[in-house]
């Protein structure tokens, strides 16, 4: 299985609304990610875990909030978005190693996110 | 910082080769390429790394230059399947995490 999966697809939210967006591999893989892609431009990295533990938040605001409950799970948690924060969340994963840059990404078919 | 792409669009008929550049101001560890179409996700196409060892899809061909901090992506006797977004993305220094290209827009023409 070299899937990764993410639900829901698409999903609207008012300001104040709290959802989360969820995330699964079964490939045994140790590294795992959240990006966000605009319209016409490349994904931006938001967060990276690492055996389960956050090692990389690329100055992401609170509102947005990662969760790595087991190493085949990974939920980004939204609360009180703006409407700039429209886009597409992409999860990606890899083989976890000293330099995550070597393995290979297998990226999720992503959420598409519109905030009214 | 973000890596530099060109062109930044190529238009191509089936069977025509291209070339997609991807350049960078700093010393990198690894560059990775992938090919995102409209509406799905970004697929992994090939990793380059310091040093000279390479992995990705057999069809695929690309090369790095260390010295210019530079790589390119070889696509021969284009298909219409070739279409789509392709980004580069890289790895400098220590930095565990990837940079990724502004992107080329791909488009074959039967």
């Known amino acids: 299985d070299t899937e990764v999966t993410q639900t829901p697809k698409h999903l609207v939210m008012g300001m104040t609304n709290k959802k989360s967006l969820k995330c699964e591999q079964h490939?045994?893989?140790?590294?795992m990610y959240w990006y966000k892609q605009k319209a016409k431009k490349p994904p931006e990295l938001m967060f990276v875990?690492?055996?389960?533990?956050?090692?990389i938040n690329e100055s992401v605001p609170s509102r947005f909030s990662p969760e790595c409950p087991n190493s085949s799970l990974l939920n980004l948690h939204l609360h009180a978005l703006q409407p700039e924060d429209s886009a597409l969340y992409l999860c990606?994963?890899?083989?976890?190693?000293?330099?995550?840059?070597?393995?290979?990404?297998?990226f999720g078919p992503g959420t598409r996110l519109t905030v009214l | 910082q973000q890596p530099v792409q060109s062109p930044q669009a190529v238009i191509l008929r089936e069977g025509e080769d291209a070339v997609i550049n991807c350049s960078s101001s700093?010393?990198?560890?690894?560059v990775h390429w992938y090919r995102q179409k409209h509406g799905e996700a970004p697929v992994f196409l090939m990793i380059?790394?310091?040093?000279?060892e390479q992995k990705g899809h057999e069809k695929i061909s690309a090369s790095f230059n260390e010295k210019k901090q530079q790589s390119s992506l070889y696509l021969t006797a284009s298909q219409l399947s070739y279409s789509g977004t392709y980004f580069c993305?890289?790895?400098?220094?220590?930095?565990?995490?990837?940079?990724f290209g502004s992107g080329t827009q791909l488009t074959v023409l039967p």
């Open positions: 380059l790394l310091k040093g000279g």
């Open positions: 993305g890289t790895a400098a220094g220590s930095a565990r995490q990837l940079t």
């Open positions: 490939m045994g893989h140790r590294a």
């Open positions: 875990y690492s055996y389960e533990k956050l090692s």
């Open positions: 700093k010393a990198l560890y690894s």
């Open positions: 990606a994963s890899s083989r976890a190693g000293l330099a995550g840059s070597y393995n290979e990404q297998f």
